[in-house]
Protein backbone atom coordinates (compact mmCIF):
# COMPACT_ATOMS: atom_id res chain seq x y z
CA UNK A 1 0.00 0.00 0.00
CA UNK A 2 1.65 3.28 -1.11
CA UNK A 3 1.79 5.97 1.52
CA UNK A 4 -0.36 8.64 1.49
CA UNK A 5 1.97 12.11 0.03
CA UNK A 6 0.73 15.29 -0.59
CA UNK A 7 0.24 16.54 -3.71
CA UNK A 8 3.22 18.84 -4.17
CA UNK A 9 2.60 19.60 -7.90
CA UNK A 10 -0.99 21.19 -7.19
CA UNK A 11 0.82 23.32 -4.88
CA UNK A 12 3.57 24.27 -6.85
CA UNK A 13 1.51 24.53 -9.90
CA UNK A 14 -1.21 27.32 -8.39
CA UNK A 15 1.02 29.94 -7.37
CA UNK A 16 3.12 29.80 -10.81
CA UNK A 17 0.37 30.06 -12.75
CA UNK A 18 -0.57 33.18 -10.47
CA UNK A 19 3.22 34.44 -11.15
CA UNK A 20 2.51 33.99 -15.08
CA UNK A 21 -0.33 35.65 -15.06
CA UNK A 22 0.56 38.68 -13.46
CA UNK A 23 3.86 38.66 -15.65
CA UNK A 24 1.43 38.49 -18.93
CA UNK A 25 -0.53 41.34 -17.13
CA UNK A 26 2.33 43.37 -16.40
CA UNK A 27 3.81 42.81 -19.40
CA UNK A 28 0.33 43.81 -21.26
CA UNK A 29 -0.15 47.23 -19.00
CA UNK A 30 3.80 48.29 -20.17
CA UNK A 31 3.07 47.03 -23.97
CA UNK A 32 0.05 49.32 -23.80
CA UNK A 33 1.96 51.88 -21.90
CA UNK A 34 4.31 52.23 -24.32
CA UNK A 35 1.91 52.08 -27.15
CA UNK A 36 0.34 55.57 -25.73
CA UNK A 37 3.51 56.80 -25.35
CA UNK A 38 4.23 56.45 -29.19
CA UNK A 39 1.36 57.43 -30.08
CA UNK A 40 1.62 61.02 -28.18
CA UNK A 41 4.90 60.78 -29.45
CA UNK A 42 3.81 60.49 -33.22
CA UNK A 43 0.45 62.87 -32.83
CA UNK A 44 3.41 65.84 -31.21
CA UNK A 45 5.41 65.04 -34.06
CA UNK A 46 2.77 65.45 -36.62
CA UNK A 47 1.33 68.56 -35.14
CA UNK A 48 4.86 70.59 -35.17
CA UNK A 49 5.12 69.14 -38.83
CA UNK A 50 1.73 70.55 -40.00
CA UNK A 51 2.90 73.60 -38.03
CA UNK A 52 6.22 73.93 -39.72
CA UNK A 53 4.68 73.05 -43.66
CA UNK A 54 1.29 75.90 -42.76
CA UNK A 55 4.43 78.73 -41.60
CA UNK A 56 6.48 77.68 -44.86
CA UNK A 57 3.58 78.14 -47.21
CA UNK A 58 2.19 81.40 -45.38
CA UNK A 59 5.42 83.20 -46.25
CA UNK A 60 7.05 81.22 -49.24
CA UNK A 61 5.60 79.93 -52.66
CA UNK A 62 7.02 77.10 -54.01
CA UNK A 63 7.18 76.31 -57.94
CA UNK A 64 8.36 73.35 -59.94
CA UNK A 65 11.13 74.02 -63.12
CA UNK A 66 12.39 71.60 -65.10
CA UNK A 67 15.28 70.15 -63.51
CA UNK A 68 16.82 70.03 -66.67
CA UNK A 69 18.71 73.17 -67.79
CA UNK A 70 21.80 73.22 -69.74
CA UNK A 71 22.85 71.96 -66.84
CA UNK A 72 21.49 70.22 -63.47
CA UNK A 73 19.35 72.30 -61.08
CA UNK A 74 17.54 72.26 -58.00
CA UNK A 75 13.85 71.59 -59.54
CA UNK A 76 12.02 73.72 -56.37
CA UNK A 77 11.92 77.32 -56.70
CA UNK A 78 10.94 78.83 -53.71
CA UNK A 79 10.81 82.60 -53.34
CA UNK A 80 8.88 84.88 -50.52
CA UNK A 81 5.31 85.24 -50.46
CA UNK A 82 4.41 88.90 -50.98
CA UNK A 83 1.51 90.00 -49.13
CA UNK A 84 0.93 93.47 -50.94
CA UNK A 85 -2.68 94.79 -52.75
CA UNK A 86 -0.46 95.19 -55.85
CA UNK A 87 0.71 91.25 -55.56
CA UNK A 88 -3.37 90.57 -54.85
CA UNK A 89 -4.02 92.59 -57.96
CA UNK A 90 -1.44 90.64 -59.89
CA UNK A 91 -2.61 87.84 -58.41
CA UNK A 92 -6.36 87.84 -59.85
CA UNK A 93 -5.10 89.31 -63.34
CA UNK A 94 -3.46 85.71 -63.59
CA UNK A 95 -6.54 84.05 -62.51
CA UNK A 96 -3.85 81.66 -60.43
CA UNK A 97 -1.30 81.80 -57.50
CA UNK A 98 1.40 83.47 -58.34
CA UNK A 99 4.55 81.25 -59.33
CA UNK A 100 7.91 81.76 -57.69
CA UNK A 101 9.15 84.11 -60.25
CA UNK A 102 6.02 86.28 -60.13
CA UNK A 103 6.65 86.49 -56.25
CA UNK A 104 10.03 87.37 -56.88
CA UNK A 105 9.10 90.11 -59.61
CA UNK A 106 6.62 91.67 -56.99
CA UNK A 107 9.79 91.87 -54.45
CA UNK A 108 11.93 93.50 -56.73
CA UNK A 109 9.02 96.02 -58.29
CA UNK A 110 6.87 96.77 -55.55
CA UNK A 111 3.93 98.52 -56.10
CA UNK A 112 4.54 98.04 -60.19
CA UNK A 113 4.77 94.47 -59.77
CA UNK A 114 1.03 94.16 -61.61
CA UNK A 115 2.22 96.33 -64.80
CA UNK A 116 5.50 94.41 -64.26
CA UNK A 117 4.23 90.68 -64.45
CA UNK A 118 1.51 91.82 -67.22
CA UNK A 119 4.42 93.15 -69.50
CA UNK A 120 5.85 89.87 -68.54
CA UNK A 121 3.13 87.72 -69.90
CA UNK A 122 2.56 89.63 -73.33
CA UNK A 123 6.43 89.49 -74.06
CA UNK A 124 6.29 85.78 -72.59
CA UNK A 125 2.93 84.50 -72.21
CA UNK A 126 4.78 80.56 -71.11
CA UNK A 127 6.72 82.07 -68.16
CA UNK A 128 9.99 80.40 -69.38
CA UNK A 129 13.37 81.16 -68.69
CA UNK A 130 15.12 79.49 -71.12
CA UNK A 131 13.54 81.28 -74.19
CA UNK A 132 14.27 83.49 -77.23
CA UNK A 133 12.71 85.74 -79.62
CA UNK A 134 14.14 86.78 -83.34
CA UNK A 135 12.91 90.58 -84.17
CA UNK A 136 13.23 91.62 -87.69
CA UNK A 137 15.85 94.28 -87.03
CA UNK A 138 18.28 91.07 -86.42
CA UNK A 139 18.54 91.72 -82.37
CA UNK A 140 17.35 88.40 -80.02
CA UNK A 141 14.89 88.81 -77.26
CA UNK A 142 15.93 87.05 -74.60
CA UNK A 143 14.66 85.20 -71.10
CA UNK A 144 11.68 85.60 -69.24
CA UNK A 145 11.39 89.37 -69.62
CA UNK A 146 12.78 89.14 -72.98
CA UNK A 147 15.53 91.83 -72.51
CA UNK A 148 16.79 92.49 -76.04
CA UNK A 149 20.59 91.42 -77.11
CA UNK A 150 20.96 95.67 -77.77
CA UNK A 151 21.46 95.68 -73.80
CA UNK A 152 24.88 92.50 -74.25
CA UNK A 153 27.18 95.42 -74.73
CA UNK A 154 26.57 96.99 -70.82
CA UNK A 155 29.75 95.73 -69.27
CA UNK A 156 28.57 92.09 -67.61
CA UNK A 157 25.66 91.29 -69.10
CA UNK A 158 25.69 87.87 -71.01
CA UNK A 159 23.16 85.85 -72.66
CA UNK A 160 24.19 82.71 -70.15
CA UNK A 161 23.12 84.99 -67.35
CA UNK A 162 20.17 86.18 -69.04
CA UNK A 163 18.61 82.78 -68.93
CA UNK A 164 18.42 82.49 -65.50
CA UNK A 165 15.05 83.62 -64.12
CA UNK A 166 16.27 85.96 -61.69
CA UNK A 167 19.44 87.16 -63.13
CA UNK A 168 16.31 88.68 -66.17
CA UNK A 169 14.28 89.83 -63.68
CA UNK A 170 17.45 91.88 -61.71
CA UNK A 171 18.68 93.27 -65.06
CA UNK A 172 14.46 94.16 -65.96
CA UNK A 173 14.36 96.04 -62.91
CA UNK A 174 17.40 97.68 -63.78
CA UNK A 175 16.28 98.77 -66.83
CA UNK A 176 12.70 99.98 -65.26
CA UNK A 177 14.66 101.65 -62.28
CA UNK A 178 17.10 103.64 -64.79
CA UNK A 179 14.56 104.64 -67.31
CA UNK A 180 11.66 105.34 -64.17
CA UNK A 181 9.55 103.32 -66.24
CA UNK A 182 8.89 100.32 -68.68
CA UNK A 183 9.66 102.27 -72.15
CA UNK A 184 12.09 99.39 -72.73
CA UNK A 185 9.40 96.81 -73.55
CA UNK A 186 7.84 97.19 -76.53
CA UNK A 187 4.51 95.48 -75.25
CA UNK A 188 4.12 98.98 -72.66
CA UNK A 189 4.89 101.10 -75.68
CA UNK A 190 2.01 99.85 -77.79
CA UNK A 191 -0.87 99.25 -74.61
CA UNK A 192 -0.08 95.16 -75.60
CA UNK A 193 0.51 94.84 -71.64
CA UNK A 194 -3.08 96.10 -70.88
CA UNK A 195 -4.76 92.84 -72.06
CA UNK A 196 -3.19 91.00 -69.16
CA UNK A 197 -4.35 93.30 -66.67
CA UNK A 198 -8.02 92.89 -65.50
CA UNK A 199 -10.36 95.75 -65.54
Same mark, same amino acid.
Given at each position: ????Q?? /????E? *????????????????? /???? /??????L? %??????????? +?? $????? =??????? +???????????????????A????? @????? %???????? &? %??F??? &?R???? $???A?????? &????H?? *??? /???? *???? $?? =??? %???? *??? +????L @??????????? +??S??KS??????????????? $???
Amino acid at each position: MASAQPN /TRSYER *GPTRKKRSVRKALSRNA /TSGN /TVVVGMLL %LIAGAVVVYWA +LD $IHARY =TLSLQSP +LRLHLQWPLVVAHRVNSEEAEQARL @DQRRP %LTAYQQYT &C %LKFGSA &CRVALA $IQRAENPEGK &CETYHYN *GDG /TLDW *GYFQ $IN =TVH %LQRP *GVN +LRDLL @DCRANIDFAYQ +LYSERKSFSAWSTYNNGTYRKF $IRR
